[in-house]
């Protein structure tokens, strides 16, 4: 039996892409080869939906997964939010932790996206903190929501290896008392990165808060950090964009500390 856009199972599951059916039920949609792959491997897909031509070349992910459902190709389209799908998405069951979960493991690098509210870049955050080695991503405050589509295909699977935490924006106080400096990132810190690097500070256990490109940090949580850090720019630029600041910083960091 093929579903089409409008079998009830399809049109159930294309609500998840509105993030209140995504808080209500617990679920999200991952879209696409290597997100799907990450979930299954994670073990928290639901169900997997594929067009025909999709499951034969997807063969492996098809095998593991334990609810196949065969889509036709406008079902698919009203899953999918790409303009060229790959042919299967996959319903699964969201993996954020508790922040006290999540910092009882004694990481030592996180970060922090507080406020940002671009899918995007926080998405690509999330890639490169797990990148780094880092141990958590926390979406602090009004922050775009981890399972927005946009946000887990810029993730690129990292989502299921890192703790992903959904907090309160007054993280400062349970990142210090788990043994972690806070630096936060500002364009006008007092504080340069190379030199924190050069200085050794970087290769203690760190949590670093990134805040979003129009209004950058909240000033109680510039206020609470332990150092405000600038990243160094050398040529005309006026500024990084907020993904790639965040990449300089956290691999300044993870670099210190191996």
Same mark, same amino acid.
């Given at each position: 039996m093929t579903f089409t856009?409008?079998?009830?199972?399809? @049109?159930?599951? %294309?609500? *998840?892409?509105? +993030?209140?059916? %995504? &808080?209500?039920? /617990?679920?999200?949609?991952?879209?696409?080869?290597?997100?799907?792959?990450? @979930?299954? $491997?994670a073990g928290v897909v639901?169900?997997?939906f594929a067009t025909g031509d999709a499951v034969e070349r997807y063969a492996d992910l098809v095998a593991h997964a334990e609810v196949v459902s065969l889509v036709s190709e406008d079902g698919l389209a009203a899953l999918a939010e790409?303009?060229?799908?790959?042919?299967?998405? @996959?319903?699964?069951e969201q993996v954020?932790?508790?922040?006290?979960?999540?910092?009882?493991?004694?990481?030592? *690098?996180?970060?922090?996206?507080?406020?940002?509210?671009?899918? /995007?870049? $926080?998405?690509?955050?999330l %890639?490169?903190?797990?990148?780094?080695?880092?141990?958590?991503?926390?979406? !602090?405050g &009004?922050?775009?929501?981890?399972?927005? /589509?946009?946000?887990?295909?810029?993730? !690129?699977?990292?989502?299921? #290896?890192?703790?992903?935490v959904r907090s309160p924006l007054d993280v400062v106080t349970p990142l210090r008392e788990a043994g972690l400096q806070v630096l936060a990132t500002s364009g006008y810190g007092a504080d340069d990165l190379d030199t924190l690097a050069d200085d050794g500070v970087l290769a203690a256990p760190t949590a670093w808060?990134?805040?979003?490109?129009? #209004?950058? *940090?909240?000033? !109680? *949580?510039? &206020?609470? @950090?332990? +150092?405000?850090?600038?990243?160094?720019?050398?040529?005309?630029?006026?500024s990084l964009n907020l993904a790639a600041a965040a990449a300089v910083c956290l691999y300044a960091s993870a670099r210190a500390q191996r």
């Open positions: 856009s409008r079998t009830p199972r399809v @049109a159930n599951a %294309r609500k *998840l892409q509105r +993030r209140r059916d %995504r &808080d209500q039920t /617990g679920r999200f949609l991952a879209e696409g080869q290597q997100a799907v792959r990450e @979930a299954l $491997a639901v169900e997997l790409t303009v060229q799908p790959q042919g299967i998405v @996959a319903v699964c954020d932790v508790p922040l006290k979960e999540a910092l009882g493991k004694k990481p030592r *690098l996180v970060a922090v996206v507080a406020e940002v509210r671009d899918p /995007g870049n $926080a998405g690509t955050i %890639r490169t903190a797990d990148a780094a080695g880092a141990g958590a991503v926390v979406f !602090a &009004d922050a775009v929501d981890p399972y927005n /589509g946009k946000c887990v295909r810029a993730s !690129a699977g990292s989502l299921f #290896h890192v703790d992903v808060l990134f805040g979003s490109e129009a #209004h950058g *940090l909240p000033p !109680a *949580l510039l &206020d609470g @950090a332990d +150092r405000q850090v600038r990243v160094p720019i050398y040529g005309g630029a006026e």
